[in-house]
Protein backbone atom coordinates (compact mmCIF):
# COMPACT_ATOMS: atom_id res chain seq x y z
CA UNK A 1 0.00 0.00 0.00
CA UNK A 2 1.24 3.51 -0.74
CA UNK A 3 2.88 5.44 1.74
CA UNK A 4 1.72 9.60 1.09
CA UNK A 5 4.01 12.27 3.18
CA UNK A 6 3.05 15.81 3.46
CA UNK A 7 2.40 19.04 5.69
CA UNK A 8 -0.39 20.81 7.04
CA UNK A 9 -0.52 24.55 6.12
CA UNK A 10 -3.06 25.19 8.47
CA UNK A 11 -1.30 24.93 11.72
CA UNK A 12 2.19 27.04 13.16
CA UNK A 13 3.66 23.75 14.08
CA UNK A 14 6.25 22.24 11.57
CA UNK A 15 6.59 18.75 10.50
CA UNK A 16 5.95 16.47 7.91
CA UNK A 17 2.67 13.98 8.03
CA UNK A 18 2.97 10.60 6.96
CA UNK A 19 -0.13 8.72 5.85
CA UNK A 20 0.33 4.93 5.48
CA UNK A 21 -1.30 2.09 3.39
CA UNK A 22 -3.23 4.60 1.52
CA UNK A 23 -5.49 2.67 -1.19
CA UNK A 24 -3.72 3.29 -4.47
CA UNK A 25 -6.94 5.14 -5.59
CA UNK A 26 -6.76 7.57 -3.23
CA UNK A 27 -8.87 7.92 -0.02
CA UNK A 28 -10.07 10.31 2.50
CA UNK A 29 -8.99 10.59 5.70
CA UNK A 30 -8.51 12.96 8.57
CA UNK A 31 -5.70 15.18 9.23
CA UNK A 32 -3.62 15.02 12.29
CA UNK A 33 -2.77 18.46 13.08
CA UNK A 34 -5.61 20.13 11.96
CA UNK A 35 -8.38 17.46 12.14
CA UNK A 36 -10.29 18.50 8.90
CA UNK A 37 -11.00 15.65 6.17
CA UNK A 38 -8.22 15.23 3.41
CA UNK A 39 -8.38 13.78 0.14
CA UNK A 40 -5.22 11.65 -0.24
CA UNK A 41 -3.87 10.71 -3.70
CA UNK A 42 -1.01 8.38 -4.06
CA UNK A 43 -0.69 9.44 -8.04
CA UNK A 44 -1.05 12.50 -7.96
CA UNK A 45 2.22 14.13 -8.21
CA UNK A 46 6.11 12.95 -7.20
CA UNK A 47 5.07 11.27 -3.98
CA UNK A 48 1.36 11.75 -3.81
CA UNK A 49 -0.66 14.62 -2.80
CA UNK A 50 -3.30 15.37 0.06
CA UNK A 51 -5.34 18.34 -0.12
CA UNK A 52 -7.83 19.73 2.61
CA UNK A 53 -11.25 19.04 1.70
CA UNK A 54 -13.35 22.23 2.30
CA UNK A 55 -16.67 21.62 4.52
CA UNK A 56 -19.62 23.55 2.27
Do not use: F, S
Request: hydrophobic share 25%.
Amino acid sequence: MPVVKAECGRRDRGGEITYTGVDPDGELRNCPDCGCEVAVDPQAGDGGKVIHVEAE
